[in-house]
C-alpha cells in the first residue's frame, strides 16, 4: 500500500509570492491534516479535512487555507509568503481523523521564502 | 490550557542506555497520548500510544508511564541502540480537541 505522498519535496519562494502544495493520502483514508514544522515551535496544527469538509482548524492566519478534494486528496494553499513561514509542512492521513488513530505522515514538502 | 510541555530538548546517551523524555499537560479532558518518531528527512511515524486507563504500557523496548494525578507521562527506551537516534514527539487529544496537540520534540543521540 502506497504511503502519503507530498509534492513538491522542496521549493524556494520569495516573499509575496504564494504557493500550493499537494497531499495524496493513503488509499482509503478519507482524513487528511496539515502541520507546519519549525525548529522553534515544533509541529503545529493548521488544519483537518474530512470528506471534502475543514472539520477543523489551528491557530493560523487566513492566509493558509487549505481544501480537499472527492478523492480525498489536498492541497495547501499560502499567499503573501512572509519569511517566517518557511517551514516543512507535513500532511498526515488516517482513515476516520485523529479521535480515531494513528496519524500516518508524508515525508513532507520544505518551503524556503527569501 | 492546550499545550503540552516536552523535555528535554535534547539528550545523548551511550548505547545500552535509558533515555527517558517526559510530557505534562494540563488538559485532563486529553485521552489518548501517543508518542511519534521522526528520523531526519522523514515524517513522524507513530511508536506507541496510550489512554489513561492504564498506567504503563510496553511494546519491545518501549515503555509509556502514565500518570494521571499529575498529569505527566513520559518515553522509556530500555537498551537503547544508535539506531533509535531519532527526533521523539510526544502529543495529546480528547475532549473538544479533535487534532493532535505535540510536544516540541527531544532529538536523541544514542552514541555507540
Known amino acids: 500500500k502506497a504511503g502519503v505522498t507530498q509534492t513538491p519535496r522542496y521549493l524556494i519562494k520569495t516573499r509575496g509570492q504564494q504557493v500550493t502544495l499537494s497531499c495524496s493520502p493513503i488509499?482509503?483514508?478519507?482524513?487528511v491534516s496539515w502541520y507546519q514544522q519549525t525548529p522553534g515551535q515544533g509541529l503545529q496544527f493548521l488544519f483537518e479535512?474530512?470528506?471534502?469538509?475543514?472539520?477543523n482548524k489551528g491557530n493560523f492566519p487566513g492566509r493558509f487555507s487549505g481544501r480537499q478534494f472527492s478523492n480525498s486528496r489536498s492541497e495547501m494553499n499560502v499567499s503573501t509568503l512572509e519569511l517566517g513561514d518557511s517551514a516543512l509542512y507535513l500532511c498526515?492521513?488516517?482513515?476516520?481523523?485523529?479521535?480515531?488513530?494513528?496519524?500516518?505522515f508524508g515525508e513532507g514538502s520544505r518551503l524556503t521564502v527569501l | 490550557q492546550q499545550q503540552v510541555k516536552q523535555s528535554p530538548q535534547s539528550l545523548i546517551v551511550q548505547k545500552g542506555g535509558i533515555p527517558i523524555i517526559n510530557c505534562a499537560y494540563e488538559?485532563?479532558?486529553?485521552?489518548?497520548f501517543p508518542w511519534y518518531q521522526q528520523f531526519p528527512g522523514k515524517g513522524p511515524a507513530l511508536l506507541i500510544a496510550?489512554?489513561?486507563?492504564?498506567s504503563e504500557k510496553k511494546e519491545g523496548r518501549f515503555t509509556i508511564s502514565f500518570n494521571k494525578s499529575a498529569k505527566q507521562f513520559s518515553l522509556h527506551i530500555m537498551d537503547s541502540q544508535p539506531g533509535d537516534s531519532a527526533t521523539y514527539f510526544c502529543?495529546?487529544?480528547?475532549?473538544?480537541?479533535?487534532?493532535?496537540?505535540f510536544g516540541k520534540g527531544t532529538k536523541l543521540s544514542v552514541k555507540p
Open positions: 502529543a495529546a487529544l480528547g475532549g473538544s480537541q479533535g487534532n493532535l496537540i
Open positions: 496510550i489512554r489513561p486507563d492504564v
Open positions: 479535512y474530512f470528506s471534502e469538509t475543514q472539520r
Open positions: 488538559n485532563t479532558a486529553f485521552d489518548y
Open positions: 498526515a492521513s488516517s482513515p476516520g481523523g485523529p479521535l480515531l488513530g494513528e496519524l500516518f
Open positions: 488509499s482509503g483514508h478519507r482524513s
